[in-house]
């Protein structure tokens, strides 16, 4: 019984991890204007996996 209990323990714990993340900011120039359209890539260096994506009006 205890060995089930263990077990069952571990495998809540083991879907316990999360593996997504956020980045959030202003893309702006040197004068600190905001730059809408700005094309920004996000890429994960251990897998290669990116995201594109453009700021919007307000260069979030």
Do not use: H, K, W
């Not at 714990?13 to 993340?21: E, H, K, P, S, Y």
């Amino acid at each position: 019984m205890q060995c089930i209990f263990v077990v069952l323990f571990l495998a809540v714990l083991a879907f316990g991890q999360v593996n997504t993340g956020s980045v959030q900011g202003v893309v702006s120039d040197a004068t600190g204007a905001v730059i809408p359209g700005a094309s920004v890539t996000v890429r994960n260096l251990a897998t290669g996996a990116a995201q594109q994506l453009a700021t919007n009006e307000v260069g979030f």
